[in-house]
């Protein structure tokens, strides 16, 4: 994803990240460290603060509930330090940033349906606001008339100035849309543009590794049918 984004000349200082940097992968420790090299906006996941000791893992299905404990004895200290002080929401450039909703946040509620997205721009008043959580790219426009547009999937949209927007940027890793490649968005200041974008990569090695980090199987199993 990253080498993608470079090709689009994005560099440091110019990525944005939604949370859970660290979750169901097998490099938790290479996973902030990089983050951390591309001086990334960020905000905090629900797992970033699992793995970080602040979040109670008890209401995780049981694989993320492995995964969380798995990650939490490998990051160095420093490593959860910074995941424990990421806000859970914060503005960049005219721009909402939260990794669930900006409706109660700290509740971490998905984000599926039109109905979500209608109930959740009420809680901000910026022109954009950018969510993942679901790991399922979306979009919802807000038309000053109080119509909201719903729609699925990749998309490229030019921003208008009557319109708001609540876009889910899709998942790096896990996806679940049926989909294996890797999904994140390309905000286009300059051209007042948006683009979820797909990025194919090396899926079985990521299973690989998970496997034979001893994590549950799934997680790794998953990666090559994007579910």
Request: glycine share 10%; hydrophobic share 45%; net charge negative.
């Amino acid at each position: 994803m990253l080498a993608d984004a470079r090709a689009l000349g994005v560099g440091p200082g110019a990525v944005v990240c939604l949370g859970d940097i660290v979750g169901y992968g097998a490099d938790p420790e290479a996973a902030v460290d990089l983050v951390l090299g591309y001086d990334a906006i960020a905000v905090a996941g629900n797992h970033d603060y699992a793995a970080a000791g602040l979040l109670d893992v008890e209401w995780f299905n049981p694989f993320a509930r492995a995964a969380a404990e798995w990650t939490a004895e490998r990051l160095h200290p420093a490593q959860s330090r910074y995941l424990s002080g990421l806000p859970l929401v914060r503005e960049h450039l005219g721009a909402v940033l939260v990794h669930a909703s900006p409706e109660d946040p700290e509740e971490w509620p998905y984000l599926v349906s039109p109905g979500d997205g209608v109930r959740a721009f009420a809680a901000f008043s910026t022109p954009l606001c950018f969510v993942g959580h679901s790991h399922l790219p979306a979009v919802w426009i807000r038309y000053d008339d109080g119509r909201v547009d719903f729609a699925r999937g990749a998309a490229h949209l030019t921003l208008g100035c009557e319109e708001r927007y609540l876009i889910n940027v899709g998942s790096v890793g896990q996806p679940r849309d049926g989909d294996p490649a890797a999904a994140y968005a390309l905000w286009d200041l300059d051209a007042g543009s948006v683009e979820i974008r797909r990025v194919s990569y090396d899926a079985a090695e990521a299973r690989r590794r998970i496997h034979a980090a001893g994590l549950p199987l799934l997680l790794g199993d998953r990666l090559l049918h994007g579910r």
